[in-house]
């Protein structure tokens, strides 16, 4: 898989889980910049101005590709960091009685699902 396709395969995997409960189209876009400044060579950085994966700026690098291996580190470590919260949620409900859970074990496996990756985009199974 190239950088590109994981960017995408992330991202998508994001867009999937953060679609699934309350969001703004702003979690759903990721940046690489290119910037042009005082005449030098240009410099690029990865971003993101959403609210569940809060604002993030990386550091400016010299080439696009840097850029983007940073933007998929931040979002591999986004989905992961996801993946363990989630999996401890429904660790955590399972220990709760069933009419006092604010959200059912179901919904979790279906939030761990979407970022996983084992979520069909057309069914939504």
């Given at each position: 898989m190239t950088l590109?396709?994981?960017?995408?395969?992330?991202?998508?995997?994001?867009?999937?889980?953060?679609?699934?409960?309350h969001c703004k189209d702003r979690d759903f876009h990721w940046y690489i910049t290119k910037s042009y400044s005082y005449g030098e060579s240009p410099k690029f950085y990865a971003s993101h101005n959403g609210?569940?994966?809060?604002?993030?700026?990386?550091?400016?690098?010299?080439?696009?590709?840097?850029?983007?291996?940073?933007?998929?580190?931040?979002?591999?470590?986004?989905?992961?960091?996801?993946?363990?919260?989630?999996?401890?949620?429904?660790?955590?409900?399972?220990?709760?009685?069933?009419?006092?859970?604010w959200y059912s074990i179901e919904e979790l496996k279906k939030e761990l699902a979407a970022l996983e990756g084992s979520i069909d985009n057309t069914t939504g199974i």
């Open positions: 590109e396709e994981e960017i995408m395969d992330l991202s998508g995997k994001w867009c999937k889980y953060v679609g699934m409960d609210y569940r994966a809060d604002y993030w700026t990386s550091q400016e690098v010299d080439n696009e590709e840097d850029a983007m291996m940073l933007l998929a580190d931040k979002l591999r470590r986004t989905v992961n960091g996801e993946i363990k919260h989630i999996k401890k949620n429904i660790e955590h409900t399972k220990s709760i009685p069933e009419s006092e859970r």
